[in-house]
Nanobody, 123 residues
Framework: QVQLVESGGGLVQAGGSLRLSCAAS????????MGWFRQAPGKEREFVAA????????AYADSVKGRFTISRDNAKNTVYLQMNSLKPEDTAVYYC????????????????WGQGTQVTVSS
């Protein structure tokens, strides 16, 4: 079992920045690939970014490429999502997730999820 707790969400103006954190506890964090997803009201959950257990491979959704950066610190059992140049369409609840298998953008492949943190971008 892995427990995930997101933090760092909030209200920010368009063009601003936020850094989300996801702290993991339980089984060995460093053995998991980690992903960030988001869900806006009335929309399906969508992939944002993912990183392999050693950080060797990273994937981004086209909508955030060049603006968001995923990273991890295995010594701190934490994965981060640095979000720059935020847009109103980035408004959503952001979730982190853990997966033991291969790097994937598919939410159903992830085994463990956090409770989410709200990000609101005002225009």
């Amino acid at each position: 079992q892995v427990q995930l707790v997101e933090s760092g969400g909030g209200l920010v103006q368009a063009g601003g920045s936020l850094r989300l954190s996801c702290a993991a506890s339980g089984r060995t964090f460093s053995s998991y690939n980690m992903g960030w997803f988001r869900q806006a009201p009335g929309k399906e959950r969508e992939f944002v970014a993912a990183i392999t257990w050693r950080g060797a491979r990273i994937a981004y959704a086209d909508s955030v490429k060049g603006r968001f950066t995923i990273s991890r610190d295995n010594a701190k059992n934490t994965v981060y999502l640095q979000m720059n140049s935020l847009k109103p369409e980035d408004t959503a609840v952001y979730y982190c997730a853990a997966d033991e298998s291969r790097l994937t953008v598919t939410s159903s492949r992830y085994d463990y999820w956090g409770q989410g943190t709200q990000v609101t971008v005002s225009s």
